[in-house]
């Protein structure tokens, strides 16, 4: 397993870190799950700025201040909702991931954390959320030593679980 990578289960809003990942919708302006809790930790200045973003396509991912988060900046992934595997939701979910590390190394991002895109209310099977994501984090840090650490965080113990055996594989 690359030292680079860590699994914890927790709050990531919680987190001391360069940046958090929203699993976010394509309108940027908040809604369930992780992305309501994000935006409720960080206070109303992240929807105002969120708002001059003029939403962000499925694939993409888009980078606001932290506000009230420990986290200095929070980047906004949007993954694919999941209909049954044959309208390109690998491959959008992929392209989340990996812009949003692209995104966190054009800013100078250092340690970045990560939920799980994509399995909550989009649906997405779980064990291939992981395996992609795992996937993705792994080619990105082959090539791009400036990101000292990827925190992969997980809400519940059944994705906990998911990640802690396919990071040993």
Request: charged letters at 25%; glycine letters at 10%.
């Amino acid at each position: 397993m690359d030292e680079r990578i860590e699994l914890i289960r927790g709050d990531i809003t919680r987190l001391d870190v360069d940046a958090i990942v929203n699993a976010a919708n394509t309108s940027l302006l908040g809604g369930g799950g992780v992305d309501g809790a994000i935006h409720r930790a960080a206070g109303p200045q992240l929807l105002e700025e969120c708002r001059t973003l003029n939403g962000c396509p499925t694939g993409d991912a888009k980078i606001t201040k932290g506000y009230l988060l420990p986290a200095r900046y929070v980047i906004h992934a949007v993954g694919p909702r999941w209909r049954d595997g044959r309208h390109g939701e690998p491959e959008l979910l992929a392209s989340a991931y990996r812009r949003a590390l692209e995104v966190a190394v054009e800013n100078g991002v250092e340690t970045i954390a990560f939920p799980n895109i994509s399995t909550g209310i989009y649906g997405f099977p779980k064990e291939q959320a992981a395996e992609i994501a795992i996937g993705e984090v792994r080619k990105f840090l082959a090539d791009h030593t400036e990101l000292k650490k990827v925190i992969f965080v997980t809400f519940d113990d059944e994705n906990y679980e998911i990640y802690r055996r396919k990071l040993q594989a």
